[in-house]
């Protein structure tokens, strides 16, 4: 990177300036449609939230002075009003119930939020509104909860009836046994005056005696008074678990009345000024993506920028053109065209320049995948084998499709087959194109090297390599590399040779510093980049190579030329 390059300059957006203008208004135009588009739909069609149902039940508590609970009027009703009701009728035991009465068609939480309780104040009517997708269930859901308080509330009131009672009855029974030990003190009281009255004959004045005596003696009214109040307290009990009894069968319920819900005859929409802010927030987002994507396709890298980058020239740009998107993506350099004529200047400058500067091969490579680069390198092939600059158009085996899966020639042999010492005549495969055009390709090869994940190149490959394209024949090498942040072969292939690097909008000028430097470790000089505006995207079943060769080519195998032969 020369001096003039900063940090600030990479981090910048690799885009051209004109584009980097107009980006803003791209996203506003696309927005302000995509809004208006999304509002005119969700105006004109169905509500865009979901359709629902709402009805509403009603339930009447008892107020807390209807039943005199325990002999005393409200005393032991006193929490049971409209607030204290709309809590139990939220609680996750009535949802549960209600669930069950439902049968689970909705969970205990969907129970929970489809329904809303709302006490009267001051009252004792509690309005319950429930919710759903369809009539039927609404009206269902809605009766179905105060059933289930019911059910709740009964539990509940058995429960301290039963405590009550076993309370009481053990009162009772302890009163009662009071009370016995009381009579037979009483009796004993009686046994002993009658034992002193045995001197008086008379029985008229033996009865006397003994009641006056009775009467005068504390002890024996002190316990009469006791007898008679554990007898009446014995009294006050039983009818109090009595009472108990009758007050649980009253307050089982706790409901005083219930008033049904009635099914609803049409379903709650959305206002339309709902549906247009969704339908407009909507749009506005489609348009901003759309914005975006079309922004990201007319992306471009900045010439100067990366020129400055790379520390080599721009030798060319090759402007979009749908042919270079279908296989064999080979142009027709016979007529007069824009890209046929760029692809002409380009394969011409390069094979000059490698000439000139003794290299034997031009390896193109790029940053990343998929940027055009193996379309491309075919094109500059072919276009310098047309004007007359005898080039071998060599594949490495990288990408999808490869240049030997393009031409059919998977099961030949090629690069594999030089690297281990094998002469360039058995290798080089002629393939026919457009108006008598022929470009001499060597595949990848069917083994060794071929063959290896790594794809290495140990020091006999780079020694054959190098003797093979030296740069003194008049053969040049166009090598089809890989990217170069993928793999180390586009370096190693170019050792004797110079490195072409494609520019495709994927490219940033981070990537073009990663390359410069890695080239300047490895000593490999950097002819120049080339702008490849074409944004490449996935290959449709049309777009996959066939294991058959292309009708518009014609494969010519072991054909070598006599001057590029040895």
């Not at 006056?212 to 009214?221: F, I, N, P, R």
């Not at 193996?374 to 990288?398: C, K």
């Not at 000089?525 to 014609?554: M, T, Y």
Request: net charge negative; glycine share 8%; with cysteine.
């Amino acid at each position: 990177m020369t001096a003039g390059t900063s940090l600030d300059d990479l981090s910048a957006a690799p885009r051209s300036p004109g584009l980097t203008r107009s980006a803003l208004r791209w996203y506003v135009a696309c927005g302000l449609v995509g809004a208006l588009i999304g509002g005119g739909i969700a105006y004109a069609v169905t509500p865009l939230l979901p359709t629902t149902y709402t009805t509403s039940s009603q339930i009447v508590v008892r107020s807390p002075g209807d039943v005199a609970l325990f002999g005393s009027a409200g005393g032991g009703n006193a929490n049971l009003n409209s607030s204290t009701a709309a809590q139990i009728l939220r609680s996750p035991e009535v949802n549960n119930a209600t669930s069950d009465l439902l049968d689970d068609r909705l969970t205990p939480g969907q129970v929970a939020a489809q329904v809303a309780i709302d006490p009267v104040s001051n009252s004792t009517v509690i309005n319950i509104e429930a919710q759903a997708s369809t009539p039927a269930l609404a009206q269902e859901l809605a009766n179905a909860i105060p059933q289930a308080y019911a059910t709740v509330e009964a539990q509940a009131y058995r429960q301290r009836a039963d405590e009550a009672t076993q309370v009481l009855t053990t009162l009772r029974d302890n009163q009662q046994q009071r009370l016995d030990d009381v009579q037979k003190q009483l009796t004993d009281k009686v046994t002993f005056v009658t034992g002193l009255s045995g001197n008086i004959s008379n029985p008229t004045e033996r009865a006397n005696w003994i009641q006056s005596t009775l009467e005068t003696d504390v002890d024996y009214q002190r316990l009469q008074n006791e007898a008679v109040a554990i007898t009446q307290s014995i009294n006050d009990t039983n009818d109090t678990i009595q009472q108990s009894t009758a007050n649980f069968a009253i307050l089982e319920s706790g409901v005083d009345r219930v008033i049904t819900a009635e099914r609803p005859e049409s379903a709650v929409k959305s206002p339309n000024l709902q549906n247009l802010a969704a339908g407009v927030v909507a749009g506005l987002l489609i348009g901003l993506a759309v914005a975006y994507a079309a922004i990201e396709r007319r992306r471009v890298i900045d010439p100067a920028a990366a020129a400055m980058t790379l520390g080599a020239p721009l030798l060319g740009t090759i402007s979009k053109d749908r042919r270079l998107r279908k296989l064999p993506g080979l142009a027709d350099l016979s007529e007069d065209t824009r890209l046929g004529n760029e692809l002409k200047v380009l394969s011409s400058s390069l094979v000059l320049s490698a000439r000139r500067r003794g290299l034997g091969s031009v390896v193109v490579t790029s940053a990343h995948r998929r940027e055009g680069k193996s379309v491309l390198t075919r094109n500059l092939a072919a276009a310098a084998e047309y004007i007359g600059q005898p080039v071998a158009l060599v594949d490495t085996g990288f990408g999808h499709p490869t240049t030997t899966e393009v031409f059919d020639l998977v099961d030949s042999p090629g690069l594999a087959e030089v690297l281990e010492g094998g002469p360039l005549s058995q290798v080089l495969h002629y393939i026919s194109f457009g108006d008598g055009g022929r470009v001499p390709v060597v595949p990848v090869g069917l083994n060794g090297f071929a063959t290896e994940p790594g794809r290495r190149l140990n020091e006999h490959r780079r020694g054959n390599w190098a003797r093979l394209f030296n740069g003194f024949d008049s053969l040049t090498a166009l090598v089809d590399a890989p990217a170069v942040n993928d793999h180390p072969l586009a370096l190693q292939l170019a050792a004797a040779g110079g490195l072409v690097v494609i520019a495709s909008p994927r490219t940033t000028l981070a990537d073009l510093e990663v390359i410069r430097n890695r080239a300047d470790v490895s000593d490999v000089p950097v002819l120049g980049f080339i702008v490849n505006e074409n944004r490449n995207g996935r290959r449709s079943k049309a777009d996959k190579p066939s294991r058959k060769a292309p009708s518009s080519l014609n494969v010519v195998i072991d054909m070598p030329d006599p001057v590029e032969a040895r």
